[in-house]
């Protein structure tokens, strides 16, 4: 019953986060793009961290031309089945190449959390600030300590939701914090009921909290020209209680 994660999940994946604003974080990511002087509309794009593709297809939609790269190949499965005339390929985000470069690079829904160390966070930076084309944007999000530390109220979500072809999952999710070691852990509990069978499984998801101090240094560390770090949805500086930030990061000039 116990499962790696994002194996098993990527079944239901969709189903379990079907209000999530990918549309809203795109305009946001866009819009903020647009302000520094790129155009979105026809420009090189890679979505890190793309799971299913959910923003991935915003992307497209909006105009880019657009690759996913993520680690599991089953959320990449569920990924090309959704939008069959995108490239997705495999890869780590620490350690990932590619032979293009991008005016874009983004990274969304905490993604960035799955790293557990400053030198895992920062090897990944790295490896997106040398696929940006000069004065390129890199824009991501990341749950900060405080919100891996209160990452729900009262430390469950649970709800029921229907699958595509029929069935609906159900669907428990608990977490915790490690104080020794500074993780959130996540144990995400699905029981998918679908003609007449039943199929339950466990994931166990860990993340690390990063507040702006913690990603100032690897920002400057992996290259990038400048950079803010702002809140969602009205680009204000962060406040120290916030449970969320995003970054938007430049590539200098060549």
């Known amino acids: 019953m116990q499962r790696p994660p994002f194996t098993a999940l990527a079944a239901v994946y969709d189903a379990i986060m079907a209000d999530v604003e990918y549309d809203h974080w795109a305009d946001f990511v866009l819009t903020y793009a647009r302000d520094g ?3 979105p509309v026809g420009a090189a794009a890679l979505d890190l961290a793309c799971g299913t593709g959910g923003f991935t297809r915003e992307l497209q939609a909006a105009g880019l031309h657009v690759t996913g790269l993520d680690i599991s190949e089953e959320m990449l ?12 390929v495999a890869g780590d985000l620490r350690s ?18 799955n790293l557990l160390t400053a030198p895992d966070l920062g090897a990944a930076l790295a490896q997106a600030r040398a696929h940006l084309r000069p004065g390129g944007l890199l824009a991501f999000d990341v749950n900060t300590r405080l919100g891996v530390r209160e990452l729900w109220e009262g430390d469950a979500i649970e709800g029921l939701a229907p699958l595509p072809g029929g069935g609906e999952v159900h669907y428990h999710w608990s977490h915790h914090h490690e104080g020794e070691t500074g993780l959130g852990v996540v144990q995400a509990f699905c029981r998918i009921e679908d003609g007449g069978e039943l199929r339950e499984f466990v994931e166990t998801h860990r993340e690390r909290g990063y507040d702006p101090a ?3 240094p690897l920002l400057s560390a992996a290259g990038f020209a400048r950079w803010e770090i702002v809140e969602y949805p009205d680009y204000a500086p962060p406040a120290s209680d916030v449970p969320r930030i995003w970054a938007f990061a430049w590539a200098g000039p060549a």
């Open 77 to 88: 499965a569920e990924a090309r089945r959704r939008l069959p005339d995108v490239a997705f």
């Open 214 to 216: 913690d990603l100032e």
């Open 37 to 39: 002087g790129l155009n």
């Open 96 to 113: 990932f190449s590619l032979p293009g470069r991008f005016d874009l690079i983004t990274c969304v829904f905490d993604s960035l959390n």
